[in-house]
């Protein structure tokens, strides 16, 4: 599903996808000449609409030694622009009736807002003063260095089986990035200095890598005008890097930076002048004719992991009362065939109260007050993780041997008919209540069209490819992926 939460235990937002819906989502794609892809959906039902960017960009794309850097600009990105005052962002959506959030992933950054349809022209205003020209300077560093340390210390430091996420993601990779969690390491945000933040920002926060979604109560000729006048107008490439230091640096520094082009000028009236009085655009037209539009390439990890050769176990100690258990398979990326039965193959184990694990290992047997098997999609290779939180005096190996006979049923087994159409119940009303909301259609319209290689209209037939697993898959798939070779082991204990 789009969205799944681990609210039992207080956790960390899982983005996952959603499958598509029987009803026909129309929608409208094109690019901008600055590479800026724009999707929209027009809905009626309702006077809302959502504004969505999402920027492809997550914790993957970050380097060892700086990492955290995509969740810290989530956070960084409201702290204001050179027409937005700090900590005023917000209150502009609010006062208009909307909300608004964002959230950060290992593969992509997604910010939005839900407006009232007659305040999708504000909606995009802000969203482009945001990519054109936001603060990323001390003030707004230092503060937010403070925020997400208060965030990690509430959201895993200080929570019950907190830090599992950090112990099954660098025990499940060995070299790739995915190795490190999203809210990244807090030495590595303190070692960060302002050029590193803003070195991130020009790389990533460029036209050509993002995607703009809107859905709801639009006029499409009308939107189409407003996207121009807002984002239409963003350069890109050396262009983009000029505008951004015309904004925030001193006229010296400026004229250093770029002394080629106007060192020799910086002491003469005219440069003087035209510097303080110019717009940016009109400066940069009269200075640097020439300045490149041409989008520079994206960093992307390039670093291939299959399948684990080994089983990996461990045990970490936790302020806690009942042991718990975490396993985790590494399983295929979201554009491999076998992703389906893979999600198809959780849901059999773990959807519901008539599902295999909750209906034997917890019910029945009693050796479980929770038990619970989910996929963790990712573009690149992903896990499907198992947690079950052990009833009190039950051993965790006696545990996790209930939990892997329910899997090597399938492994030998076939799924009856009747099972699988209760699975392809689940999925289609799953369907319908993944595209209740306006936001959420927009939301799936960005990632298909990001992690699909610009399919967007998997919102439509994605659907068909779940329908199709067979029984035959789930079994092969069970003996491909979920071996002990295959899989990252936690126990969970309490502190002495």
Request: charged share 25%.
């Amino acid at each position: 599903m789009m969205k799944k939460y681990l609210s039992s235990l207080g956790l960390l937002l899982l983005s996952g996808f959603s499958f598509g819906q029987s009803t026909k989502i129309e929608f409208i794609e094109y690019d901008l000449p600055n590479g800026m892809h724009v999707i929209l959906h027009e809905d009626h039902s309702t006077p809302v609409a959502a504004v969505t960017l999402m920027y492809h960009v997550g914790s993957k794309n970050e380097n060892e030694g700086r990492t955290g850097f995509a969740h810290f600009f989530e956070h960084l990105m409201f702290e204001g622009t050179e027409n937005i005052d700090r900590h005023q962002y917000d209150k502009y959506v609010e006062k208009a009736g909307g909300t608004l959030n964002a959230n950060t992933s290992q593969d992509r950054t997604f910010y939005y807002e839900l407006l009232p349809s007659n305040q999708i022209e504000m909606g995009l205003w802000l969203e482009s003063e945001r990519l054109l020209h936001a603060k990323v300077e001390n003030i707004g560093i230092e503060t937010q260095r403070e925020v997400v340390k208060e965030e990690k210390r509430q959201r895993m430091d200080n929570q019950p089986y907190g830090s599992f996420q950090e112990n099954i993601f660098k025990r499940a990779y060995i070299n790739h990035p995915y190795k490190w969690t999203v809210i990244g390491s807090m030495d590595d945000l303190n070692a960060a200095e302002e050029k590193d933040y803003v070195n991130f920002y020009r790389t990533f926060y460029v036209p050509h890598n993002v995607t703009l979604s809107i859905a709801g109560d639009i006029d499409v000729a009308q939107t189409k005008k407003w996207i121009e006048d807002y984002f239409g107008t963003i350069p890109n490439g050396d262009k983009l890097n000029i505008y951004r230091d015309k904004e925030f640096l001193s006229r010296e520094k400026f004229a250093a930076k770029y002394k080629t082009e106007v060192g020799m000028l910086m002491d003469s009236k005219n440069f003087i002048g035209d510097y303080n009085s110019l717009s940016t655009e009109d400066f940069i037209k009269k200075y640097f004719p020439k300045a490149s539009e041409k989008p520079h390439p994206i960093p992307r990890p390039t670093i291939k992991e299959g399948l684990l050769t080994k089983e990996i176990k461990d045990t970490i100690y936790d302020n806690i009362q009942l042991s718990g258990m975490f396993v985790a398979y590494r399983t295929p990326e979201l554009n491999h065939a076998d992703h389906y039965a893979v999600e198809m193959l959780t849901k059999i184990l773990s959807e519901g109260k008539s599902s295999r694990i909750y209906k034997n290992v917890v019910e029945d047997q009693q050796k479980a007050l929770q038990a619970f098997i989910f996929p963790f999609p990712l573009e690149d290779p992903g896990i499907v993780l198992t947690f079950a939180l052990a009833q009190k005096d039950v051993d965790l190996a006696d545990l996790q041997a209930s939990v892997d006979a329910e899997i090597k049923k399938l492994q030998v087994e076939l799924v009856s008919d009747n099972e699988l159409k209760k699975i392809q119940n689940q999925i289609e009303n799953d369907v319908i209540s993944s595209f209740s909301s306006m936001a959420g259609i927009a939301e799936n319209l960005a990632q298909y069209y990001t992690y699909y290689q610009g399919q967007t209209n998997l919102i439509n037939t994605e659907i068909d490819k779940y329908l199709a697993v067979t029984p035959e898959d789930i079994k092969r798939v069970a003996n491909t992926y979920f071996n002990p070779s295959n899989r990252v082991v936690l126990y969970y204990l309490p502190k002495k």
